[in-house]
């Protein structure tokens, strides 16, 4: 077959690229190949935006290789309310773990961080948003109450939308229970430092997140009580350009820092020396 | 004029036809006292009926009724010489939330509440109730000086829900919610909180940790509005959706005075008069008086730190779970 009788065939057809191989950075837009990204710990190289990461890679970055042990890994929700929306609260709950391969939105265990020993509780965005319903609760309030009684540092990494309403009143309650624990927490000497990541808003952020002794936040992280869009509705009014944003919370004084995710470990081992230590090294 | 809501327009129409009679016979020479005895009763029937079998939508909308008796009705009804304090030392006063110190059958208390105001005046400067972080500050200061005069304190509940705006947010509305959370927990002194209309989410959590809650019959309590809920269930604009959805956001959210009596949450049921709290504002005082009479005799007579445990291991139980492996 003479070869200029192929080229008809050939031209229109698209190249197929596997999915995921690349990446859209969600604030710069810059289209970044995956491996270099995970190789910069899902940082965008051009912009310094942070992407959501899941809980089990958030405690490989900050935990000593092999040190964490779970804790409350099979608690599940009881479905307090019974809710069925399109789809049962239940069902949901199981397609969030088929989806994820974690049983709920938070992962908490002790572990130790450059040899400190530490209570450490993580959410996963990636779990329905990150949503504290009762399970979310409970696993804060075990790991706060074993820091305390240990009185080791108490250390949590928030990202969610808020409260979980599929568990109505009983996961608003978990604002208070969190609350309940980390004030008990605290008639300890050990520090709960408190690291707000990319996002952290509502029932979240109006309880534990904001509860640290020390606020870090990851650059760029979206941080509020109200999402821009109810404020935006209810005002009526154009938000300013950096609103709610990690570099907006520190300048009003709402945060102590903002650290970098390669930063972010050793930021927390020098912290903890500087707040546990008694005597000198 | 009487304002009736939707669900009341059949005892509506009955109760304008007996005003009509009744003005129809003025200076007539007519007796027509037995037929409009008749119809009250009648429409005192109807209204029990309408009444017992109220949907949670039709709660919702009872408990936001602009007559229902407010914080500021409650204080001047139940409680004596009431010292309105202000401001949060910080920033500035709220207005969406009152408080101070009064006596309450002789006894002093520290009083703090949500105000929606009535007047359209009013409740545009109030901000239809919902606080910015400085009212959250000024009621902590306030709770903090009755722990330090050894003064109980009672918070009346009534918002839609914390302020969503751009100095809310700059001021640090989660910290300031949060930190009442936080804060009440340690206050060495009985707090009792009562949902008098609508508890809505996080802005009425930041005033109601206490080691009782109480509910009138017709208030409800909610993490989202139902309003918000089908919002989100059925993402739509808020344009397209409507009683049906509320409803059924509603009834899913369990948000009434029962339904969270019945998942443990609140403590006590208080009774409105027939027809709700804001026909007869008199006796739903009455009926709130009688509850935080018994309540405040039994917290004060609770050693204090037994009560601050109860008070923990209260909130520390809800949504305690037990390790189950369900998928």
Request: glycine share 8%; net charge neutral; with cysteine.
């Amino acid at each position: 077959m003479a070869w200029f009788k192929k080229e008809k065939s050939t031209i229109p057809k698209k190249v197929k690229v596997p999915e995921g191989l690349w990446v859209k950075c969600n604030s710069c837009k810059e289209i970044i190949y995956r491996k270099e990204l995970d190789k910069n710990l899902k940082v965008c190289p051009k912009c310094n935006y942070h992407f959501r990461i899941s809980a089990k890679e958030r405690i490989s970055l900050l935990a000593d290789e092999g040190s964490f042990n779970e804790i409350g890994e099979n608690l599940a929700s009881s479905d307090p309310l019974n809710f069925k929306d399109q789809i049962p609260y239940k069902q949901r709950l199981s397609e969030s773990f088929s989806k994820t391969n974690i049983r709920e939105a938070a992962i908490a265990g002790n572990t130790l961080i450059g040899g400190n020993p530490v209570m450490l509780v993580v959410l996963d965005f990636a779990f329905m948003g990150g949503s504290m319903g009762s399970v979310v609760g409970e696993k804060f309030a075990i790991a706060a109450e074993m820091a305390g009684e240990k009185e080791i540092p108490l250390l949590s990494v928030a990202s969610s939308g808020g409260a979980r309403m599929q568990e109505g009143i009983v996961s608003l309650m978990q604002m208070a229970k969190t609350s309940a624990a980390i004030s008990k927490f605290k008639e300890k000497s050990a520090p709960y430092i408190s690291i707000l990541a990319d996002p952290t808003f509502g029932g979240v952020s109006a309880s534990f997140a904001m509860l640290g002794d020390i606020i870090f936040a990851e650059p760029k992280s979206l941080i509020g009580f109200a999402g821009a869009r109810v404020i935006e509705q209810t005002i009526k009014q154009q938000l300013p350009e950096n609103f709610q944003t990690a570099e907006f919370l520190l300048e009003h004084g709402m945060i102590d820092m903002i650290v970098n995710r390669k930063d972010l470990r050793q930021t927390i081992i020098r912290l903890l020396f500087l707040t546990t230590h008694v005597k000198s090294a | 004029m009487r304002y009736y809501l939707d669900f009341e327009k059949p005892v509506a129409d009955l109760e304008n036809k007996i005003e009509e009679l009744k003005h129809l016979a003025r200076g007539k020479d007519v007796d027509i006292t037995s037929e409009i005895k008749k119809l009250e009763k009648k429409a005192l029937t109807l209204r029990a009926d309408i009444f017992s079998k109220l949907t949670p939508w039709q709660k919702t909308l009872l408990s936001r009724h602009s007559e229902r008796p407010h914080t500021s009705d409650y204080i001047k009804l139940i409680m004596e010489d009431f010292i309105e304090l202000h401001g949060d030392r910080k920033f500035s006063d709220d207005s969406a939330i009152i408080g101070g110190f009064a006596r309450f059958q002789g006894m002093p208390v520290a009083v703090i509440g949500h105000e929606k105001g009535r007047s359209t005046k009013e409740r545009i400067e109030r901000n239809f109730g919902q606080a910015n972080p400085e009212g959250y500050r000024k009621a902590l200061r306030i709770m903090k000086l009755a722990e330090r005069f050894g003064k109980p304190i009672i918070t009346l509940i009534d918002t839609p829900g914390a302020y969503p705006g751009i100095g809310a947010e700059e001021r640090g509305q989660s910290e300031a919610i949060a930190n009442n959370l936080f804060e009440m927990f340690r206050l060495s002194t009985p707090i009792i909180s009562v949902v008098i209309g609508e508890g809505g989410s996080g802005g009425a959590l930041a005033l109601s940790i206490g080691d009782r809650l109480l509910m009138m019959e017709h208030s409800v309590y909610s993490v989202i509005s139902p309003e918000g809920c089908a919002a989100i269930l059925w993402k739509k604009d808020n344009a397209e959706l409507g009683q049906k959805e509320y409803e059924t956001a509603s009834e899913a959210l369990k948000i009434t005075a029962q339904d969270l009596y019945e998942l443990g949450i609140n403590d006590e049921i208080i009774t409105e008069p027939l027809g709700g709290a804001h026909n007869d504002h008199q006796e739903t005082a009455k009926m709130l008086k009688k509850a935080l009479e018994t309540h405040i005799a039994e917290l004060t007579e609770t050693p204090l730190d037994s009560l601050l445990k109860k008070r923990y291991n209260k909130f520390r139980g809800i949504g305690a779970l037990q390790e189950q492996a369900a998928y």
